[in-house]
């Protein structure tokens, strides 16, 4: 089970700048990373987390949005494409590396999804709702991409200054 030794990134760390690259072992230590994710974010009451937000820069990403905490699901190498029938959904969005801070984002409403699990089975699927939200906002980070950077420079500075503190 989870040994707790993750540690979640903050904005500005550069580390969360980073690209993550492709997972091409699948084997216990990426289940007990992902594990170990799980852990971590269900402790900071968080929906989704990315492997490079605790400084692992893979395609590795751990969610849950059950109410009960107890349907976890994990993407290794997730890939979407936006469906050309889409409309844009806006949400208020929060991140564990950006604590404290929310913001409405817009994003597409309907992708397509391919991903591998934990045992590196390929699957595909087109998630609406949150669920679609939170994928492409952890498949930001797996990008290098945050959410800060959807809000002006302005207040993206002043989180960093009262993230810095």
Known sequence: MATNR???LKFPDPR???VAKKVTK???SLENLAYD???IMYKDNGIGL?????DHHIRLIVMDLSDERNEPMYFVNPEYKILDNHSLFSFEEGCLSVPGFNEVISRPDKIDL??????????NDSPDGLLTVCIQHEMDHLEGKLMVDYISPIKRDRI?????K
């Open 160 to 164: 960093r200054k009262k993230l810095s």
């Open 6 to 8: 993750l540690k979640i």
């Open 50 to 54: 990315a492997a490079t937000q605790v």
């Open 26 to 28: 699948f084997d216990k």
């Open 114 to 123: 391919t991903w591998q699990d934990l045992q590196g089975n390929t699957h």
């Open 37 to 39: 994710m799980l852990d």
């Open 16 to 18: 969360l700048r980073t």
